[in-house]
């Protein structure tokens, strides 16, 4: 699967002067291992979430695998031709429908009607994010978080009963295969760091995705640790041919295990290359975590 980033840019921020993404272009190639590097607030987090459909765009398109799946949704530019941008530019992607008076149920039924639409929800199910910090429920177990993965994939009444047994099976084989056979049962708020962070990668890995997004997966674990959740990326990657694109904040791990680095400045790509050398040509952005 390839992420193809078109020319992003996000609304104007008053508060930083530009927008915060600002002409992003870079195209992702299957099974490639990326780092996203940069400092502070240079857009690394939006991006990852732009490419989920996270951050509204004002110009520029996503494709994933050829499909249109981000693009600029203008309110109110469509009167029923099948929501092309009455721009005539055809970077600006799709606008959208005046909904203002529709129900919710017509809302639905016309998203479902539209192609680009309906491919959209299925081509965002093959990419699996980790979020900053994980976004566990401390309450639940590890397993029951794991689960939670689920719960797009499946029809609303099915969750009334409880997941599958199917589930819960492969729910537990991943724990296990990250090393948390012992934990599957025991609340994710007593698990340690890096115990959370494996949890909150098997919660990703059993929507099967083939493309991981990983928001800083290693911030503020030690170093072993951080070790450990670099070489599952890495197998991810060597074992199943998963895209990986992950944030980080060092660099000498970002050469260690990725491939490619690139590196946003102020919401631009200044770098888009391989990892070697990346100390001595970016050593300002090095960060102690
Ligand atoms: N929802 C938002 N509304 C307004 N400004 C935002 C929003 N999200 C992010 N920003 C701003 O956009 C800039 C980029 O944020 P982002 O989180 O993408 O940076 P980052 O490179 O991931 O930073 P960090 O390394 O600190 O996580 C920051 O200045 C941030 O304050």
New binding site residues.
């Given amino acids: 699967m390839t992420i193809e980033c078109e020319n992003l840019e996000t609304r104007y ?1 008053a ?2 002067r530009r927008p ?2 600002n002409g992003i272009d870079c195209t992702i190639n299957t099974g490639e291992f990326v780092a ?1 590097l ?12 732009a490419m989920v459909g996270l ?1 509204p765009l004002q110009r520029g398109i996503i494709r994933i695998n050829g499909v249109v799946t981000c693009g600029n949704f203008v309110e109110g530019g469509d009167d029923g031709r099948d929501a092309r941008s009455t721009r005539g530019d055809s970077t600006r992607g799709y606008s959208t429908t005046n909904t203002k008076n529709m129900s919710l149920v017509e809302q639905a039924s016309r998203l479902r009607s539209r192609s680009p639409f309906v491919k959209t929800v299925s081509t965002r199910r093959d990419i699996g994010m980790l979020f ?1 910090g994980g976004g566990l429920i401390r309450q639940l177990s590890a397993i029951e978080n794991v689960l939670c993965g689920r719960l797009g994939g499946l029809p609303t009444w099915q969750t009334l009963w409880g997941f599958p047994k199917s589930d819960r099976r492969l729910a537990l084989d991943l724990l296990a295969q990250l090393g948390l056979k012992e934990q599957a049962y025991q609340k994710t708020g007593q698990l340690s760091g890096g115990q959370q962070q494996r949890v909150a990668i098997a919660r990703a890995l059993i929507q099967n995705p083939q493309i991981l997004l990983a ?2 997966p290693i911030t503020g674990l030690d170093v072993m640790a951080a070790k450990q959740v670099m070489e599952i990326l890495s197998d991810l990657r060597s074992q199943k041919g998963m895209t990986i694109v992950t ?1 980080l ?1 060092d660099l000498s791990l970002a050469s260690a295990y990725a491939e490619r680095a690139i590196v ?1 400045d102020a ?1 631009r790509i200044v770098y888009d290359g391989p990892c070697q050398n990346l100390q001595s040509q970016f050593a300002e952005f090095v ?1 102690s975590n």
């Fill in positions: 921020s508060s930083l915060i993404l996203l940069g400092l502070n607030g240079a857009g690394k987090s939006t991006l990852l979430r951050v900053q928001d800083e944030v904040h946003l919401g960060r």
